[in-house]
């Protein structure tokens, strides 16, 4: 920022004459002193915070620069100031932008920029936040009000082409090499769903990160996933594997019962402990489809036998050539025939 070396700049005669070149020059003006110990203080804060106030006033475009560097100032007061001006400019881009540098911990900046993102909501700004949240240095988790943020941001356009922008840009971060990106794309694909879930399936099937995102399906619980992760327990990779069935027990669908039964014989550990789980988690349902999975091949091996055994005669097995006679007088046939049984066989598992 610029040093005034000749004074303080005075900021109130400069926004009485309209001087915006002067105000634009007040708002980098630093007085720095030695600090007790290290460091070094700056008593230029008010004068900046006072520069930026003052560009507001002036007209909708006066400093709009400066404004916008102001939202960087070390000095929580100043880019408070900015955040005030371009709230009343309605210039709501830088505001999502700066969400990538506004400190959590301390200071009214950020929790005033996303007042005001919330009060604007402009859905253009989405795929904006959506980098800043997501790439932001550290490794913090995103924050609820930020996460509620961008679902309110989209929802208030749904269809719009920022909704596309904004699930390529977290497909993109899932499959980051820093687990802090991916974690915070991993946590708002979830959010935001049903945005994004037919590009998260598609990232399972054939993307960079399939197991991030058996990851979010898990946590979305969406039924039209059903089919790819069943497929997924199939993957070369045992981390895509154990998400896959730690998805399917959430979904909870009984169609995937026989596939985590093959996957509860899995070489890694890991899936076969997800797999178990997510039996676990079917319940009773599981158990049937189990037992039946168990005994089919005897019946069928029942029904082939069927097709050769010579039929019993009526001397051989001392019934009449009608069949046995129930206690109600029905009459009971001697065999079952194989198309019987499997009709009874197929009957039998659509019950379950």
């Not at 949240?133 to 509620?148: K, M, N, T, W, Y």
């Not at 090499?177 to 590009?199: K, S, Y």
């Not at 402990?273 to 039996?279: D, I, R």
């Not at 019993?312 to 097995?317: K, M, P």
């Amino acid at each position: 920022m610029a040093l005034f070396r000749t004074g303080k700049p005075k900021v109130k005669a400069l926004a009485k004459r309209g001087d915006a070149d002067g105000l634009v020059a007040a708002a980098g003006y630093q007085d720095l002193i030695p600090a007790p110990g290290d460091g070094m203080i700056d008593r230029g804060a008010e004068i900046r915070r006072e520069a930026i106030l003052a560009l507001g006033q002036i007209g909708p475009d006066a400093g709009a620069e400066a404004v916008h560097a102001a939202l960087s100032d070390p000095a929580d007061e100043v880019r408070v100031a900015a955040i005030r001006v371009l709230f009343a400019r309605e210039d709501a881009m830088p505001l999502a932008a700066a969400l990538a540098w506004l400190p959590v911990d301390h200071g009214q900046s950020r929790p005033l920029a996303i007042r005001a993102l919330l009060e604007l909501r402009p859905p253009e700004c989405a795929p904006s936040l959506t980098v800043a949240l997501v790439r932001e240095p550290g490794d913090a988790p995103i924050g609820d009000d930020e996460a509620a943020l961008l679902k309110l941001l989209l929802e208030a356009d749904e269809g719009s082409e920022a909704a596309t922008e904004v699930t390529e840009e977290l497909l993109v971060a899932l499959a980051d090499e820093r687990d802090p990106v991916a974690d915070r794309a991993e946590e708002l694909l979830a959010l935001l769903a049903p945005f994004g879930i037919d590009g998260v399936i598609a990232e399972l099937k054939a993307g960079a990160a399939p197991h991030r995102a058996a990851a979010v399906l898990a946590e979305v619980k969406d039924t039209q996933a059903l089919k790819p992760l069943m497929e997924g327990l199939l993957h070369r990779d045992p981390r895509v594997r154990s998400e896959c069935a730690r998805a399917l027990g959430e979904l909870r669908d009984p169609a995937a019962v026989e596939a985590l039964i093959h996957a509860s014989r899995d070489t890694e550990h890991r899936v076969r402990a997800q797999a178990g789980w997510a039996l676990d988690r079917l319940g009773m349902v599981a158990l049937v489809v189990g037992v039946s999975t168990m005994i089919r091949p005897m019946i069928h091996e029942a029904i082939g036998g069927a097709d050769v055994r010579p039929a019993l005669t009526e001397a051989e097995n001392g019934a009449s050539s009608n069949g046995d006679h129930a206690d109600n007088g029905e009459v009971v046939p001697d065999t079952i025939s194989p198309e019987e049984l499997e009709r009874l066989l197929a009957g039998t598992e659509e019950g379950e």
